[in-house]
């Protein structure tokens, strides 16, 4: 077991992991509001890679992503789109679950729901509003921050600087306009509310993600995930929350970087890549996973149709290589020396701080040299790095679909050029029941193994 060590972003120092106990992770969920895009698949790939590596090296790791499905952002949503929000969030969450399906990472330990961890959330505020750091006022609950001495540590922000964002009209409810809301009563455009003894009404966001981590890892675990823009206000107040009703919570913070793109340069490339369905249809899974992982995971990430097309470049030199190279049977040659470093070195790039690009690196090292000389045992290290980062599906021989996928293929293309997009996904699912993924390039389509 390698010691594995993680940028606590609360602190700023390298934080060893403990290899004796288990290493529960929470990465904060998406807000089922909408479709999910690249930049909700980033905290996805990043924290299921970083426990699938844990694993790997023997360590017991449990991840947690929640879905947000009770939240003000789905109201309006919902009322947009004229359905009642109870269904637009199953169906937006359903839609969440096929598209990261789709990445091919296998889904995480645990995937609570909000509208699932009531009873917890509801004992959480009981027990604020026991010790005095909430307060009930006019059906709402709101969390007293000066009453708790640690607030502002980790996003290192002055009272002044906070604004907790939320709508208009509370203001007159709160002692102090840092306050925030943990329960919010029942308002008459709101489709949804649950009891409580502070009568009907829903949870606010903070306390949801305190209660599902908690329900799933207990009052202290090893990681706390999520993208940058969640550290204020939404886990200083998971912070203020947990701690507050006496509950040590995250050891480590860690968060991943915002993907950037630019507006004009996406407005030009065809089709909305940025949704993840579409970046899988487009440019195929693994160079979705592999744009995803090509910067550190900390930094921002540059996204656009060039990114793409590089990292599908890229991921296809890897099968190129796989395929020229097949499986070596029994009595191979033993591994090169040159082998054995550059698979350390890709653990070892891993056990760093979770460095996804320079473990990329050493792969593509490999790949190189044994291009340039023979070099025993490379193929067959290179899987094993591939299998680590989610890239295993490469290494899979390509056969002929065969006549069903092929025909199925030929009438998805002609329900697309009626423009029938129903009839068009359908066949894709069915597709992708017998196994194959389609991938639209270039105005074509072709059929890929699914992993
Ligand atoms: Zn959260």
Same mark, same amino acid.
């Given at each position: 077991?390698?010691?594995?060590?993680?940028?606590?972003?609360?602190?700023?120092?390298?934080?060893?992991?403990?290899?004796?106990?288990?290493?529960?992770?929470?990465?904060?969920?998406?807000?089922?509001?909408?479709?999910?895009?690249?930049?909700?698949?980033?905290?996805?790939?990043?924290?299921?890679?970083?426990?699938?590596?844990?694993?790997?090296?023997?360590?017991?790791?449990?991840?947690?992503?929640?879905?947000?499905?009770?939240?003000?952002?789905?109201?309006?949503?919902?009322?947009?789109?004229?359905?009642?929000?109870?269904?637009?969030?199953?169906?937006?969450?359903?839609?969440?679950?096929?598209?990261?399906?789709?990445?091919?990472?296998?889904?995480?330990?645990?995937?609570?729901?909000?509208?699932?961890?009531?009873?917890?959330?509801?004992?959480?505020?009981?027990?604020?509003?026991?010790?005095?750091?909430?307060?009930?006022?006019?059906?709402?609950?709101?969390?007293?921050?000066?009453?708790?001495?640690?607030?502002?540590?980790?996003?290192?922000?002055?009272?002044?600087?906070?604004?907790? #964002?939320?709508?208009?009209?509370?203001?007159?409810?709160?002692?102090?306009?840092?306050?925030?809301?943990?329960?919010?009563?029942?308002?008459?455009?709101?489709?949804?509310?649950?009891?409580?003894?502070?009568?009907?009404?829903?949870?606010?966001?903070?306390?949801?993600?305190?209660?599902?981590?908690?329900?799933?890892? #207990?009052?202290?675990?090893?990681?706390?995930?999520?993208?940058?823009?969640?550290?204020?206000?939404?886990?200083?107040?998971?912070?203020?929350?947990?701690?507050?009703?006496?509950?040590?919570?995250?050891?480590?913070?860690?968060?991943?970087?915002?993907?950037?793109?630019?507006?004009?340069?996406?407005?030009?490339?065809?089709?909305?890549?940025?949704?993840?369905?579409?970046?899988?249809?487009?440019?195929?899974?693994?160079?979705?996973?592999?744009?995803?992982?090509?910067?550190?995971?900390?930094?921002?990430?540059?996204?656009?149709?060039?990114?793409?097309?590089?990292?599908?470049?890229?991921?296809?030199?890897?099968?190129?290589?796989?395929?020229?190279?097949?499986?070596?049977?029994?009595?191979?040659?033993?591994?090169?020396?040159?082998?054995?470093?550059?698979?350390?070195?890709?653990?070892?790039?891993?056990?760093?701080?979770?460095?996804?690009?320079?473990?990329?690196?050493?792969?593509?090292?490999?790949?190189?040299?044994?291009?340039?000389?023979?070099?025993?045992?490379?193929?067959?290290?290179?899987?094993?790095?591939?299998?680590?980062?989610?890239?295993?599906?490469?290494?899979?021989?390509?056969?002929?679909?065969?006549?069903?996928?092929?025909?199925?293929?030929?009438?998805?293309?002609?329900?697309?050029?009626?423009?029938?997009?129903?009839?068009?996904?359908?066949?894709?699912?069915?597709?992708?029941?017998?196994?194959?993924?389609?991938?639209?390039?270039?105005?074509?389509?072709?059929?890929?193994?699914?992993?």
């Amino acid at each position: 077991m390698r010691e594995v060590r993680i940028k606590d972003s609360f602190t700023g120092e390298l934080r060893t992991l403990s290899s004796d106990e288990e290493i529960g992770i929470y990465a904060c969920g998406p807000t089922v509001c909408s479709l999910i895009h690249i930049g909700n698949a980033r905290p996805f790939v990043v924290f299921s890679l970083l426990a699938r590596f844990l694993k790997s090296e023997g360590y017991r790791a449990k991840l947690v992503v929640n879905v947000t499905d009770i939240n003000d952002r789905i109201y309006a949503a919902a009322r947009q789109a004229g359905e009642p929000s109870a269904e637009f969030a199953k169906r937006m969450t359903r839609a969440y679950f096929e598209d990261t399906d789709r990445l091919g990472l296998g889904r995480p330990d645990a995937e609570p729901l909000a509208t699932e961890t009531i009873d917890g959330i509801v004992a959480l505020i009981a027990d604020l509003i026991e010790s005095e750091h909430a307060y009930e006022s006019g059906g709402d609950v709101y969390f007293r921050v000066r009453s708790f001495d640690g607030y502002g540590k980790l996003s290192n922000r002055r009272a002044e600087e906070m604004d907790q #964002g939320e709508e208009a009209g509370s203001e007159s409810l709160k002692e102090d306009p840092l306050d925030f809301a943990l329960w919010k009563a029942h308002k008459e455009d709101e489709d949804t509310s649950w009891d409580s003894p502070w009568g009907s009404g829903r949870p606010g966001w903070h306390i949801e993600c305190s209660a599902m981590a908690e329900a799933e890892l #207990g009052p202290s675990f090893a990681i706390h995930g999520g993208g940058s823009d969640l550290v204020f206000p939404h886990h200083e107040n998971e912070i203020a929350q947990s701690e507050a009703a006496g509950r040590p919570f995250a050891r480590v913070w860690m968060h991943n970087g915002m993907i950037e793109t630019d507006a004009e340069k996406m407005s030009k490339s065809e089709g909305n890549i940025f949704q993840l369905s579409e970046a899988l249809d487009r440019y195929g899974r693994e160079a979705v996973v592999d744009y995803l992982i090509s910067g550190r995971y900390r930094q921002p990430l540059a996204f656009d149709a060039e990114q793409m097309e590089q990292a599908a470049t890229r991921v296809e030199r890897l099968r190129n290589f796989l395929r020229e190279h097949p499986p070596a049977g029994d009595g191979a040659a033993p591994e090169d020396e040159f082998v054995a470093t550059r698979r350390e070195g890709f653990r070892g790039a891993l056990a760093d701080d979770f460095n996804t690009p320079r473990a990329m690196a050493e792969a593509f090292e490999l790949v190189a040299e044994a291009n340039r000389r023979q070099l025993p045992g490379a193929p067959e290290a290179l899987r094993g790095m591939l299998a680590l980062v989610g890239l295993e599906s490469l290494a899979r021989a390509e056969q002929g679909a065969g006549a069903e996928a092929e025909g199925l293929l030929a009438e998805r293309q002609q329900a697309r050029a009626a423009r029938d997009f129903e009839r068009a996904d359908e066949i894709r699912d069915r597709l992708a029941e017998l196994g194959w993924e389609v991938r639209d390039s270039a105005g074509a389509a072709r059929l890929v193994r699914r992993c």
